[in-house]
């Protein structure tokens, strides 16, 4: 009965007025009871009463403690959220870095003028009359180091440098620090003269730059890793830098893992772009080290001088032997022995470059005034004369016309080292070329060819070089010009 009153007393619903059996109605009733809506509207007081709560909570704990003390865990929600995204940040850096040949052979017809092929996407710092170069970081390179990659000696192609920011370095990357010398020389480091060219443009930047020495030096000829100097070349770099030259080898380094430098410094034109007055400074600071290194001094010659009452004039015929020698060295000698016992003062000497070591020769340029001697790379001596000092230079046969303008180097580095080259004699005669006179073919007979003498010639020219130097060095002592080594620059 309870059930009937129930049913009569609720709103009309179509659905229960269809229902003809009482007790499937009753069932019916009781399911609407816990519709869904019904559910849903619990559900969200629950809800409300949850939250409610957590809020007094809240508010409970706010009243009891002091504003800032949720900071420190807002400041670490945060700086997590930062390194986070800084993290990210580098991985997308490191990935991007992009690693491109050390030697571009789109421009292997063109490696030397104007845009080099190696590190062809680089462009050089130049200010009028200095070294050109590269250095890394700097403005130029947005703040980036270098990063080279790869050790191969016999195809620059397959060695390959890139930039990439400190902070985000390649991944497995080496990064070693102090300054580095990356040098490019396009011929080698075992020639002197070469390896001297490729050395210059180091000097001056080291001048201009406080007298930073490198921690190491990476040598590439045609971007293929180099190992080794000349010792000649090896001895000045020492002398002149204030320690030995660690050449880097990457020993423990994979061909493919990154070597990145804290400071990099990279020449690829030798001394171009060079004014002569910046040479001369570049070669005095040499000159200067070199007899330092060698502790030679010039006391006794200016005492000689001063108790002779007459300036003392060194000449040295420095000899070479097989290619490019005299083919009668006595006789040469004699001529020149003549002219000098003439001149009052003036001393002969005779040496073989060979077989002298750097002190050696350093010490017997100190005492040289005219250098007589055949083209060859040991004319690369001459800038450890004292400056203004003259040059005299021998060819063989055939060189004017198919040497090119490679045989006159020891002209231009008379003129950018302070000396005087005096000209220089060719030999008319000599092997014969079954080619035209001007075929490029017969240089390769005329290269190592010897060279003869012609008396009447070396006489007049040995007399007139004797008294120009004498004149000089009387004009020299009268106003006390003589040349010293008792401080030099980046002392």
């Not at 104007?114 to 390179?141: C, I, L, N, R």
């Not at 902070?167 to 990064?175: C, I, K």
């Not at 003269?193 to 490198?214: K, T, Y």
């Not at 005219?370 to 046969?397: C, W, Y």
């Amino acid at each position: 009965m309870a059930i009937s009153t129930l049913e009569l007393n609720r709103p009309a619903n179509p659905t229960l007025k269809k229902l003809s059996n009482p007790k499937k109605g009753t069932t019916m009733s009781v399911f609407c009871l816990y519709s869904p809506k019904l559910s849903i509207f619990l559900l969200a007081l629950c809800i409300s009463l949850f939250t409610l709560y957590h809020i007094q909570s809240l508010h409970a704990r706010t009243i009891s403690s002091p504003p800032w003390s949720f900071m420190p865990e807002w400041e670490r929600v945060t700086n997590c959220t930062q390194e986070h995204m800084a993290e990210k940040l580098r991985q997308k850096l490191r990935q991007s870095v992009t690693f491109l040949p050390l030697t571009d052979l789109r421009y292997a017809g063109k490696a030397l003028p104007g845009h080099t092929w190696f590190m062809s996407s680089m462009y050089d710092t130049h200010e009028e009359g200095e070294v050109q170069y590269q250095q890394f970081p700097s403005e130029s390179s947005k703040r980036r180091v270098l990063c080279l990659k790869g050790k191969e000696t016999h195809d620059g192609s397959w060695n390959s440098y890139a930039l990439a920011w400190p902070e985000a370095l390649p991944l497995n990357a080496t990064l070693l620090k102090g300054l580095t010398f990356v040098s490019y020389n396009h011929y080698n480091y075992d020639n002197i003269w070469h390896g001297l060219s490729a050395m210059v443009p180091f000097v001056a930047w080291h001048i201009r730059n406080g007298c930073e020495s490198p921690s190491r030096w990476i040598l590439y000829h045609w971007g293929e890793l180099r190992f080794k100097m000349a010792p000649w070349l090896r001895t000045l770099t020492e002398a002149t830098f204030g320690g030995a030259p660690f050449i880097e080898s990457f020993e423990g380094v994979s061909d493919n893992q990154p070597v990145c430098f804290e400071k990099a410094v990279v020449m690829r034109h030798n001394e171009g772009g060079m004014s002569r007055d910046r040479r001369i400074e570049t070669f005095d600071l040499m000159r200067c080290k070199a007899r330092m290194y060698c502790n030679v001094s010039l006391e006794g010659r200016i005492h000689e001088a001063s108790k002779q009452g007459l300036p003392v004039i060194g000449m040295t015929l420095l000899m070479r032997t097989g290619p490019r020698s005299f083919t009668n060295e006595s006789e040469v000698i004699g001529i020149f022995e003549k002219e000098c016992a003439k001149i009052d003062g003036c001393r002969l000497m005779v040496a073989y470059s060979n077989n002298l070591t750097f002190c050696d020769q350093v010490k017997l340029m100190s005492l040289t005034d005219i250098l007589v001697s055949p083209h060859g790379a040991q004319l690369t001596n001459m800038f450890l004369m004292d400056k203004n000092s003259s040059v005299m230079e021998f060819f063989p046969k055939g060189w004017l016309k198919l040497a090119g303008v490679g045989q006159y180097v020891f002209h231009w580095m008379a003129s950018w080292s302070g000396m005087r080259h005096r000209g220089a004699w060719r030999d008319p005669n000599g092997d014969e070329c079954p080619y035209a006179v001007d075929d490029r073919r017969c240089m390769s007979i005329y290269k190592s060819g010897k060279i003869g003498f012609d008396e009447t010639y070396f006489s007049e020219w040995a007399r007139n070089v004797l008294s120009e130097v004498k004149a000089r060095k009387l004009k020299e002592a009268a106003n006390k010009t003589i040349a010293s080594t008792s401080s030099c620059a980046c002392g």
